[in-house]
């Protein structure tokens, strides 16, 4: 039996909010693939509130710890 490997989704918007539980993928590609989708759905989700956080950022780990991809966000109000 072949072992699929857990990553982490983490956020920080104004705090950290780190995942404690974890999500299994096949492959560290279909990680990458999900922190795309899950950045736009919590991004959409946020919607107007996304401006009271000077940054939003996302990054992922893998069951070590290592950050295997990051993703970042941040607004600017002229």
Not at 18 to 39: H, K, M, N, W, Y
Not at 66 to 76: H, L, N, R, W, Y
């Given at each position: 039996?072949?072992?699929?490997?857990?990553?982490?989704?983490?956020?920080?918007?104004?705090v950290d909010i780190i995942d404690q539980e974890g999500t299994e993928?096949?492959?560290?590609?279909?990680?990458?693939g999900e922190a795309v989708v899950t950045a736009g759905e919590i991004l959409r989700e946020a919607g107007r509130k996304f401006w009271k956080s000077p940054e939003w950022r996302m990054w992922v780990t893998d069951e070590a710890g290592k950050t295997?991809?990051?993703?970042?966000?941040?607004?600017?109000r002229p």
């Amino acid at each position: 039996m072949t072992r699929v490997p857990r990553y982490f989704f983490h956020v920080h918007d104004s705090v950290d909010i780190i995942d404690q539980e974890g999500t299994e993928f096949p492959s560290l590609e279909e990680a990458r693939g999900e922190a795309v989708v899950t950045a736009g759905e919590i991004l959409r989700e946020a919607g107007r509130k996304f401006w009271k956080s000077p940054e939003w950022r996302m990054w992922v780990t893998d069951e070590a710890g290592k950050t295997v991809c990051a993703i970042k966000f941040s607004g600017e109000r002229p």
